[in-house]
């Protein structure tokens, strides 16, 4: 049996079929480009430096310690051999793994809707090298800043434009305000009246996953932190130092972070299965293919109808972790001629965090925002973070945070060669 992607979906059914691995008799197989499983709520704070890069993610190996674990990368998938071709990242060797039963669990990657120059210019978020990234690039930026005297040089790099009014979006450009605001104290030569932090959304409101009143919350929130929201805003292009919206206004900035949407990965997408309109794979309510019942797929890359809203279940991690342990039940039971059931679920609730000591969030039907909202989002997420070190690591980050100044030491993650002047003069 083999598991593709240890996120959400693919690490809850890996460990919980390990945990019957005798039961089941066969060899379990889990594959992922990393070998970490990654706690993607959280990477907004690491990109802005509260919480440390390795705090939130946890080895595979440390997670799931009786099924055999592959750092690899999924090229293709040959479902009439019933091959995965796979690439080994340190030698490049190509190898095929054959499968009787597969479990598809790729998650989702960046949607740029083909528009012109995003591909090259804008910043995404979604792994732990994109955090990395956008801390670095911001701390950078803010270094040049510091050395120029004309504001028009500064102002543009000095301009943070985050895309997607969702709750990525919203979470991180809440992080990323704050954070921009913070560091200026530390640039002299920055002109504090030049710092932008400009949240762009297409459709009409913020939040469309939450009720009118906490999304209204949420903007006015945002607004009164000092950001600029721009609703019904929509990027027609992206160059290296602007963004340019439908109707010919340009921002001029060095950074634009793409959060708007998601489609599944390439490898996915290839595959000759039904698929929805969104590109996902098709499964019956047990999570098979509707093509071919020894492939399996959950998570953000399947499309599974809820019955009571009529529209597929949404790609979130709370989401892709029940359809995980539903489906790991499913291939148990039918393993072992048990009775398959099928997947139901209602959202418990949703939360979003707006920045320093603010949120919104839905929890139980009941409406919280401000101080209660950001509080009941670090208790709920610490406690879904993997392992005990973890969570106290976490805890501790955020205590550090509340009483010490943010470290605020750019990483350039450069290769030292012998001979070679230092890198990190
Ligand atoms: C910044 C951010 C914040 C988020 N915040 C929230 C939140 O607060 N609440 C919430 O519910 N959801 C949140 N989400 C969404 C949530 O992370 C996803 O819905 C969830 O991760 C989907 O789980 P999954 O198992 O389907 O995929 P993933 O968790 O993405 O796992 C897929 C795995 O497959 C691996 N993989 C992909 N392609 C290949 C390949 N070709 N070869 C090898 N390995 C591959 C990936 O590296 C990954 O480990 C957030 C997402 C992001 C990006």
Not at 313 to 338: D, F, S, V, W
């Amino acid at each position: 049996m083999v598991i593709l992607g240890g996120g959400y979906a693919g690490m809850t059914i890996a460990r919980f079929l390990e945990k019957r691995a005798d039961k089941i008799g066969w060899e379990i197989v889990l594959i992922n480009r990393d070998n970490f499983f990654l706690f993607t709520p959280m990477l907004g704070e690491v990109a802005t430096g509260s919480i440390e890069t390795r705090h939130i993610i946890n080895p595979i190996r440390q997670l799931c310690r009786r099924i055999r674990f592959e750092e690899r990368e999924v090229l293709d998938i040959n479902t009439r051999k019933k091959v995965v071709k796979v690439r080994q990242e340190a030698t490049g060797r190509e190898e095929g793994v054959a499968y009787d039963k597969l479990i598809i669990a790729l998650g989702s990657t960046t949607n740029f809707f083909n528009i012109p120059g995003l591909n090259e210019n804008a910043i995404t978020m979604k792994g732990l090298g994109d955090a990395i990234y956008v801390r670095n690039h911001i701390i950078s930026l803010f270094e040049q800043a510091d050395t120029e005297k004309y504001p028009q040089i500064q102002a543009p790099l000095v301009t943070f434009v985050v895309v997607g009014g969702g709750f990525a979006g919203v979470e991180l450009a809440g992080e990323l305000n704050d954070f921009a605001h913070y560091l200026r104290k530390f640039y002299p030569f920055i002109n504090g009246s030049l710092i932008r932090v400009v949240l762009l959304e297409a459709a009409s409101r913020l939040l469309l996953e939450v009720g009118e009143d906490l999304a209204g919350f949420a903007l006015q929130t945002l607004k009164e932190k000092g950001m600029e929201v721009r609703l019904s805003a929509r990027v027609k292009e992206a160059r290296p130092d602007r963004v340019i919206l439908e109707g010919g206004e340009e921002i001029l900035t060095r950074t634009l972070i793409w959060t708007a949407g998601v489609v599944p990965q390439p490898v996915v997408s290839a595959l000759p299965f039904q698929k929805d309109k969104r590109g996902r794979i098709l499964v019956n309510e047990y999570f098979q293919s509707l093509d071919d019942p020894d492939i399996w797929v959950a998570g953000d890359c399947s499309s599974l109808t809820d019955p009571r809203t009529g529209q597929p279940y949404p790609p979130t991690a709370q989401h892709a972790l029940r359809q995980g342990k539903r489906a790991a039940r499913n291939i148990l039971a039918e393993i072992t001629a048990g009775k398959k059931k099928p997947f139901r679920y209602q959202m418990l609730g949703q939360m979003a965090m707006l920045g320093r000591r603010s949120g919104v969030a839905i929890v139980l039907g009941f409406r919280v925002k401000g101080f209660w909202a950001w509080w009941l989002w670090r208790t709920y997420y610490l406690f879904r973070l993997p392992r005990l070190a973890k969570k106290l690591r976490v805890m501790l980050d955020w205590t550090i945070d509340l009483f010490f100044e943010r470290d605020i030491a750019q990483l350039k993650p450069y290769h030292h060669r012998p001979g070679a002047q230092a890198d990190f003069n």
